[in-house]
T-cell receptor, first 113, second 109 residues
Framework: DGGITQSPKYLFRKEGQNVTLSCEQN?????MYWYRQDPGQGLRLIYY???????QKGDIAEGYSVSREKKESFPLTVTSAQKNPTAFYLC????????????FGPGTRLTVT | EDQVTQSPEALRLQEGESSSLNCSYT??????LFWYRQDPGKGPEFLFT???AGEEKEKERLKATLTKKESFLHITAPKPEDSATYLC??????????FGQGTRLTINP
């Protein structure tokens, strides 16, 4: 079955530690996205990538970093510079650029204490 | 700046009681408006894409409509399994989506 996988489902870290969230897709999609969701709020875009080896900042990129070395993979690193990292993180993809619905993964809930 | 506002924030209905959710938007050059359903602790699930004012789409008990300023998600004779958060998002000139905060819908049996 084609889809997007995110791992792990739950992640716990101590304050001051960097942590990397995994996102893999086997849909052969060119574009991938990372969102953050806080309780009672909509999704906010962190980073997106339209093609391998290229990515752009979204609306809330500070304290995060990404890489896109392979078409299938778009890992997100939450650095110690992110002031409020505890949130639900969602990865999505679209076939290419244009007006397409985004397919979402199951999400990773990150808790930093 | 592109903005999306959904209302109400939460809605509680009895099974079979029809209603509508609202998504108001301000955007320069709308290319598409999307509706998603999200269950607790899961990723959003795509429902509909609307491209231009006057367009309507239906799926089971759901019907989405679009005007130049807002979209409605009409729910007819809902069942408890329709309980979820419904998200609206718009896409303008850039590749990215702008999401509303969602409407949390609860259908009581």
């Amino acid at each position: 079955d084609g889809g997007i996988t995110q791992s792990p489902k739950y992640l716990f870290r101590k304050e001051g530690q960097n942590v990397t969230l995994s996102c893999e897709q086997n849909l052969n999609h060119d574009a991938m996205y990372w969102y953050r969701q806080d309780p009672g709020q909509g999704l906010r875009l962190i980073y997106y990538s339209q093609i391998v080896n290229d990515f752009q900042k979204g609306d809330i990129a500070e304290g995060y970093s990404v890489s896109r070395e392979k078409k299938e993979s778009f890992p997100l690193t939450v650095t110690s510079a992110q002031k409020n990292p505890t949130a639900f993180y969602l990865c999505a993809s679209t076939p290419t650029t244009g007006v397409y619905e985004q397919y979402f993964g199951p999400g990773t809930r990150l808790t930093v204490t | 700046e592109d903005q999306v506002t959904q209302s109400p924030e939460a809605l509680r209905l009895q099974e079979g009681e029809s209603s509508s959710l609202n998504c108001s938007y301000t955007v320069s050059g709308l290319r598409g408006l999307f509706w998603y359903r999200q269950d607790p602790g899961k990723g959003p699930e795509f429902l509909f894409t609307l491209y231009s004012a006057g367009e309507e789409k239906e799926k089971e008990r759901l019907k989405a409509t679009l005007t130049k300023k807002e979209s409605f998600l009409h729910i007819t004779a809902p069942k408890p399994e329709d309980s979820a958060t419904y998200l609206c998002a718009v896409q303008a000139r850039a590749q990215k989506l702008v999401f509303g905060q969602g409407t949390r819908l609860t259908i009581n049996p």
